[in-house]
């Protein structure tokens, strides 16, 4: 997954110190993840699909129909709210994938059948939702969909529950307990789910079928993901160990599950070349395992800027790739703007991508380094050039012909909407 804005508070915090209980119910009935019903027409454009023509129907724009390999749109909301946003997709299937968010303070469920997306009935009586909600998702089957789903639980509207719900083929239903604000989540089967909460928490929560355990961690994890139950990864900073120093004040952190237990994985360092700038530090923001000796992470190494001239320039995100024996540094490209997410791509290597006009910052890397670029997003007539910027929140992988799906918003004129886009 796609999360990584506490791990910038966690790099912010470590380096920069000077700156200031028993079985399911179900959620209101039963609610069937079918095409909201009572309309004549789709309140929400979809996109017909074939082999040639992928152009979504965003209400009053248009967008080119474009051939070939590349990033295209397939979905671009109807609604015009600054807080329309899409923040997590999840492909359980050559024909079945998920997205979520929140628009205008409400839960956005969409669904895709193999040919269209769709908006579906959400789960009822989860209450509002705040405009900068990220409402996360992650399954282990079709009937096993899982979302967890921050509402505001206080008057003042400052204070936030997160509530799991699940969807078992037929109905959503709520998972009884409140969670933290939740960095990432695993799904393994409807009693083993893992959540990692990212900044200043050492500890996971475990669903066991019955309740959340509460399970320690050996650093701070900002993401997670695995191969099944005994081949589990979650990523994210460490302060102390090797390579911490006066002037390195984090490094990443790679933690293990066999099924039993969590141990920490020894990871490369980073430190910058002399003079040192103040208050560096590294950590990782997202891992995705694609199978047992073939794991990814991404973070970044940075340090407090503004504090002193001549400052160096960013270095290249930090990419490692675990082979089954040890982690050892990958060359990364250099991305005109923060924190890029991967997601697998057909080469057998990875797509790394991250949030940038048309999504242009966007790069393949093959298993022997090569990198190669994606197209962009092809231009939508009558949109403001400026408000091109795609704000991307999460890739997912969908197999078969390999496809990559991409959700976030995108400025329309003055507005923003939540949209998705495919690369395959």
């Excluded at 179900?26 to 019903?37: Q, Y």
């Excluded at 209450?127 to 282990?140: F, I, K, M, Q, T």
């Excluded at 940075?302 to 504090?307: D, K, S, V, Y």
């Excluded at 976030?408 to 003055?414: A, C, K, P, S, W």
């Amino acid at each position: 997954m796609r999360i990584i804005g506490s791990l910038l508070v966690v790099l912010a915090v470590a380096v920069a110190a000077c700156t200031t209980t028993s079985g399911s119910g179900s959620v209101s009935g039963s609610e069937s993840a079918t095409p909201t019903s009572g309309r004549s027409t789709p309140t929400v454009p979809v996109l017909e699909e074939d082999e040639d023509d992928e152009t979504p129907t965003p209400g009053p724009l248009v967008t080119p129909t474009v051939g070939g390999s590349g990033w295209r749109y397939a979905y671009i909301s109807e609604h015009e709210h600054a807080d329309s946003n899409l923040t997590d997709i999840i492909a359980t299937g050559r024909k079945d994938a998920w997205a979520v968010g929140v628009d205008d303070g409400s839960l956005l469920v969409l669904r895709y059948d193999g040919s269209r997306w769709r908006q579906v009935d959400p789960p009822r009586g989860l209450g509002e939702l705040p405009s900068d909600a990220r409402v996360l998702a992650a399954a282990s089957a079709p009937d096993n969909v899982w979302l967890l789903v921050p509402t505001i639980s206080s008057a003042d509207g400052m204070d936030t529950d997160t509530t799991a719900v699940r969807w078992d083929g037929s109905r959503w239903r709520k998972i009884p307990g409140k969670l933290e604000t939740v960095a990432d989540l695993e799904v393994f089967a409807p009693d083993d789910v893992w959540t990692v909460y990212g900044v200043e928490r050492r500890h996971a929560r475990r669903w066991d079928g019955r309740a959340w355990r509460k399970v320690r961690l050996p650093a701070e994890a900002e993401s997670i993901s695995g191969t099944g139950p005994s081949d589990l990864w979650a990523v994210g900073a460490r302060d102390s160990g090797p390579g911490i120093t006066r002037d390195e004040g984090s490094q990443p952190a790679a933690m293990h599950w066999d099924g039993r237990s969590w141990r920490l994985v020894s990871t490369p360092t980073y430190a910058f070349a002399a003079p040192k700038p103040p208050e560096g530090g590294a950590g990782l923001y997202s891992v995705l395992a694609l199978a047992a000796g073939d794991v990814w992470a991404v973070g970044e190494h940075t340090f407090n800027h503004g504090e002193v001239d001549n400052e160096p320039d960013d270095p290249p995100p930090v990419l490692l790739h675990w082979d089954g024996r040890q982690w050892t540094r990958r060359k990364a490209p250099t991305f005109g703007y923060c924190c890029p997410l991967p997601a697998p791509d057909r080469s057998g290597g990875i797509l790394l991508a991250v949030g940038s006009p048309g999504l242009g910052d966007s790069w393949r890397l093959s298993p022997d380094g090569r990198r190669t670029g994606v197209r962009r997003l092809p231009f939508i007539p009558g949109q403001k050039r400026g408000h091109r910027m795609f704000a991307l929140e999460a890739l997912a992988g969908m197999p078969g012909p390999r496809t990559v799906w991409a959700v976030g918003r995108v400025g329309v004129g003055d507005d923003r909407r939540a949209v998705i886009a495919r690369y395959r």
